[in-house]
């Protein structure tokens, strides 16, 4: 394939993406995305984040031989990239320092921000105390009742959660109140937490985030001297999924998989699959393949990983899939949450449930390939918040 370069000047991967936004938001976007024109190429914003990645974050995260899960699936070896060793426990810190620089650039003195497992709450309160900002979290109160230690955590770093209670009470419509906030408060700065919503928000968290499949790259080659034959990572709107393949994608002989939350099984409707089964619409500001229900609105996602419970999906990976450079999977809850014990008594990681479904497909995909191939698996944040939640409906039981 011809050097990969998107999104265009209008922000658009193909016909993904773009800018679909109200009148008050146009001249707050319009300044973030010429701030960031400027500081991607900027010497002294990109030495200070680097060094903020190096220092506060704990980077480079680890790339770990998983010897005994190796030997148990007696097929590829398995490599985990541990961005759950990550400062917060997730690759959520590497966007949330990224924009927090931003915004600091710009001035601004509150950050406001979605969240659906946490981990993105956590990691921008995070950078708020770090950097003295007020901060607003909006959080779906189902969420909140499956995430309490995340919810606890952002308040322990001085973020007020916002409880939403409209709609599913999930990721999306925390998504809705926090661009309804941004829009009332367009002097604070939104830090969008995975790779959606208007441009520049995709570009920039991808930019953020391929730190991890650059350090995997240079990590390999030190290690094996080639590159892996398969990267696996888990897809809600994408973060971890473009942090760990934007620097494989002109590497055709790398299979990138996007693996999808397929909830209760797609053919119950109760999922989170779009990439697979999504049609194109406009979500959140942007052009992206949706979940849409029989009436052709917008539909109800569902996954028991409240990271991954979205019906929408990045642009990026939308156009990824139409040029065919990822391939895609879907795990359901069930072999999610046996994948999370799998790894948990097998290595003594306790993965978040969000990553386990990578860890599901990748250990299944790794028993079917020789032992010469090598499958690298983003263990995208660990799973202390989903510990009660996971042991009160399925161990205690």
């Not at 319009?30 to 990109?46: E, G, P, R, V, W």
Request: glycine share 10%; aromatic share 8%; charged share 20%.
């Amino acid at each position: 394939m011809k050097k990969y370069s998107q999104p265009n000047l209008d922000g658009f991967f193909g016909q993904y993406g773009g800018s679909f936004v109200p009148p008050q938001l146009k001249k707050p976007l319009t300044d973030l995305t010429n701030t960031y024109a400027h500081l991607k190429t900027d010497k002294i914003f990109q030495a200070q984040l680097k060094n903020m990645l190096s220092n506060y974050a704990n980077r480079p995260s680890n790339l770990y031989f998983a010897e005994r899960l190796t030997k148990k699936q007696n097929g590829a070896r398995i490599f985990l990239k541990r961005e759950d060793l990550n400062h917060t426990g997730a690759h959520k810190i590497n966007n949330a320092i990224g924009q927090a620089l931003v915004a600091k650039c710009m001035g601004k003195k509150k950050l406001i921000a979605e969240t659906g497992a946490g981990q993105h709450g956590v990691a921008t309160a995070t950078v708020a105390a770090l950097f003295g900002m007020e901060c607003d979290v909006y959080m779906g109160a189902r969420d909140m009742e499956n995430e309490k230690p995340n919810v606890y955590r952002i308040q322990i770093l001085g973020g007020k959660v916002i409880k939403v209670t409209k709609g599913q009470q999930t990721l999306k419509d925390a998504v809705d109140a926090a661009l309804t906030a941004y829009t009332q408060e367009p002097d604070s700065y939104y830090l969008l937490g995975s790779a959606v919503g208007p441009s520049p928000y995709p570009e920039m968290v991808r930019d953020f985030q391929k730190i991890i499949g650059e350090e995997i790259k240079k990590q390999m080659l030190e290690k094996e001297k080639r590159l892996p034959d398969y990267i696996v990572a888990c897809v809600g709107g994408g973060s971890n999924a473009m942090g760990a393949f934007y620097s494989f994608i002109n590497d055709t002989n790398v299979h990138l998989i996007a693996v999808e939350p397929a909830g209760h099984g797609i053919q119950t409707g109760r999922h989170g699959v779009s990439l697979g089964k999504g049609a194109i619409d406009v979500i959140h500001g942007f052009k992206t393949l949706v979940l849409h229900d029989k009436n052709g609105e917008i539909a109800k996602s569902y996954s028991a990983a409240s990271g991954l419970d979205y019906p929408g999906v990045g642009p990026e990976l939308a156009y990824l899939k139409e040029i065919q450079r990822i391939e895609l999977a879907h795990i359901t809850d069930t072999q999610a949450i046996a994948a999370f014990s799998l790894l948990s008594k097998t290595e003594g990681i306790i993965p978040a449930l969000e990553s386990a479904h990578a860890i599901a497909y990748g250990v299944k995909l790794a028993s079917q390939l020789p032992k010469d191939k090598i499958v690298v698996i983003n263990l995208s944040g660990r799973g202390d918040k989903d510990v009660e939640y996971i042991y009160k409906k399925y161990v205690s039981k």
